[in-house]
T-cell receptor, first 117, second 113 residues
Framework: AQTVTQSQPEMSVQEAETVTLSCTYD???????LFWYKQPPSRQMILVIR??????QNATENRFSVNFQKAAKSFSLKISDSQLGDTAMYFC??????????????FGQGTILTVHP | DADVTQTPRNRITKTGKRIMLECSQT?????MYWYRQDPGLGLRLIYY???????NKGEISDGYSVSRQAQAKFSLSLESAIPNQTALYFC????????????FGPGTRLLVL
């Protein structure tokens, strides 16, 4: 079974600065997908970024980028130029591309990020 | 209009009552999911369906049942609600071949007294 671990229950950052959220995962599969979802106080789950394991290039979406280290099974999220609207709970998630757990997301416990003015 | 909708958004019920949470989507996706979120535990999968005739148990299906009435509709039932089913419930959808990316509804906050 896959597991996803977010070891930082809470993080804080000053507006306009950069912050990195950590995520590690455990799997025996070779082909899979990794995601970061954002949950603001409105409680809506919003997709931030996706990484395909077969791609060596790290995914980027505007101010959001990842550091994907497949051998280390690490998938961190970097938020540049932090904004007050980035304040949210962030979840790391894993999905197999095949196998018995195909199509199911496994989530980490979440990291609460607070951006201070 | 939202692509994935859930009704009700908030619900208070009593122990032993049967309740149904409903999910509808206009994304045209074939797969639908139900999750629950508890503090400190992230989201956990309750049931999932890859098409109208396919229903599968997830990690925590005990005490729950589902119905896939149509491709666009997926309902979650609590046959006899108990207080430890108090949680935030999310419906999600994805498309086969869509890089396993799931899109979530706004959530239903359920309180069982």
């Amino acid at each position: 079974a896959q597991t996803v671990t977010q070891s930082q229950p809470e993080m804080s950052v000053q507006e306009a600065e950069t912050v990195t959220l950590s995520c590690t995962y455990d799997t025996s599969e070779n082909n899979y997908y990794l995601f970061w979802y954002k949950q603001p106080p409105s409680r809506q789950m919003i997709l931030v970024i996706r990484q395909e394991a077969y791609k060596q290039q790290n995914a980027t979406e505007n101010r959001f980028s990842v550091n994907f280290q497949k051998a280390a099974k690490s998938f961190s999220l970097k938020i540049s130029d932090s904004q007050l609207g980035d304040t949210a709970m962030y979840f790391c998630a894993f999905a197999n591309a095949g196998g018995t757990s195909y199509g199911k997301l496994t989530f980490g416990q979440g990291t609460i990020l607070t951006v201070h003015p | 209009d939202a692509d994935v909708t859930q009704t009700p958004r908030n619900r208070i019920t009593k122990t032993g009552k049967r309740i149904m949470l409903e999910c509808s989507q206009t994304k045209g996706h074939d797969r639908m999911y139900w999750y629950r979120q508890d503090p400190g535990l992230g989201l956990r999968l309750i049931y999932y369906s890859f098409d109208v005739k396919d229903i599968n148990k997830g990690e925590i299906s005990d005490g729950y049942s589902v119905s896939r009435q149509a491709q666009a509709k997926f309902s979650l039932s609590l046959e006899s609600a108990i207080p430890n089913q108090t949680a935030l419930y999310f419906c999600a959808t994805s498309q086969t071949g869509g890089l396993e990316t799931q899109y979530f509804g706004p959530g239903t906050r359920l309180l069982v007294l």
